[in-house]
């Protein structure tokens, strides 16, 4: 069966290397799919494409320039007449030649999906040349990511980068401030910087209106979130999420709420990873 968009490819792509003990995140820096196993080794890159043709064979070798363990990956497609889909031993030859792995995944309508690696990717001889500063900007965002939320090979879609995520950290904490500080209101105790509210002495007296601080400061914020670069997110504000009410007080926008919701798994996960990072330094102390 012919697949109709090569996202398709990426599951059955992803479980496989994952077989293999690499860690595997979709989309990191225009790659399709990008795996990482130890330190020692380079990154895995694979692009995809439905069937074999000189544009993927192009961004192969584009992508060699960032590590020698590059794969192209296509559907192998049974039903398929015709000479491309007859020549996989000469479109093996090529990509060895070239330095390129070949992988192909073959859909069936009952069973699980094969794939099968056609050509390892053999590096050439002597040490690799360039590239090392985009290899570093691909490894350090795949490490930024707390998890894999986009699907390899689409296209016009908003991508999950490790700064919209840490920008929804940010548009989270700012969140839970303000939902604090709102109650803190309504129960007459003052808040703390626009966050929960501190015990009073004596009986609570009636809210003084225009008492309240208005927004959160970004160093609240950084303190929440946990993203040392909330004060630059909130400054620079690509998204339109966040506005400057007073001089280094902040609060949400609209589009800001809209956001943490279109993205829930990913603020949910985000949230979850902050709770045992934070009950672990508990327990450490």
């Given at each position: 069966m012919a697949v109709r968009h090569e996202t398709e490819l990426y599951a059955p792509l992803k479980k496989f290397f994952e077989q293999q003990g690499y860690e595997i995140k979709g989309e990191v820096r225009s790659c399709d799919l990008?795996?990482?196993?130890?330190?020692?080794?380079?990154?895995?890159?694979?692009?995809?494409?439905?069937?074999?043709?000189?544009?993927?064979?192009?961004?192969?070798?584009?992508?060699?320039?960032?590590?020698?363990?590059?794969?192209?990956a296509v559907e192998r497609c049974r039903e398929k007449k015709g000479a491309a889909s007859q020549r996989w031993g000469s479109l093996s030859h090529l990509c060895r030649r070239l330095g390129l792995g070949l992988v192909t995944v073959v859909f069936y309508k009952t069973k699980a999906p094969l794939v099968e690696v056609l050509a390892e990717p053999e590096a050439p001889a002597g040490p690799a040349?360039?590239?090392?500063?985009?290899?570093?900007?691909?490894?350090?965002?795949?490490?930024?990511?707390?998890?894999?939320?986009?699907?390899?090979?689409?296209?016009?879609?908003?991508?999950?980068?490790?700064?919209?995520?840490?920008?929804l950290r940010?548009?989270?904490?700012?969140?839970?401030?303000?939902?604090e500080a709102a109650l803190a209101a309504a129960e007459g105790a003052a808040p703390v910087d626009g966050g929960g509210p501190i015990a009073s002495a004596g009986p609570v007296r009636a809210p003084i209106v225009g008492a309240l601080p208005k927004g959160v400061t970004p160093a609240e914020l950084r303190r929440r979130s946990g993203v040392p670069a909330a004060a630059?997110?909130?400054?620079?504000?690509?998204?339109?999420?966040?506005?400057?009410?007073?001089?280094?007080?902040?609060?949400?926008?609209?589009?800001?709420?809209?956001?943490?919701?279109?993205?829930?798994?990913?603020?949910?996960?985000?949230?979850?990873?902050?709770r045992r990072s934070s009950a672990e330094k508990s327990n450490m102390q």
């Open positions: 990008v795996g990482v196993r130890g330190d020692g080794e380079p990154p895995l890159i694979v692009e995809m494409k439905k069937t074999f043709n000189l544009a993927l064979l192009l961004q192969g070798v584009e992508r060699l320039k960032l590590s020698p363990a590059v794969y192209l040349r360039g590239g090392g500063r985009r290899r570093e900007r691909l490894l350090y965002e795949f490490h930024e990511r707390s998890g894999d939320y986009n699907t390899g090979g689409s296209a016009s879609v908003k991508l999950v980068t490790a700064y919209r995520e840490k920008a940010v548009a989270a904490a700012l969140e839970a401030a303000e939902r630059a997110i909130l400054q620079n504000n690509y998204y339109g999420w966040f506005k400057r009410i007073v001089r280094g007080r902040y609060t949400l926008t609209a589009d800001g709420s809209a956001a943490l919701l279109e993205y829930a798994a990913v603020s949910v996960s985000q949230s979850v990873a902050d």
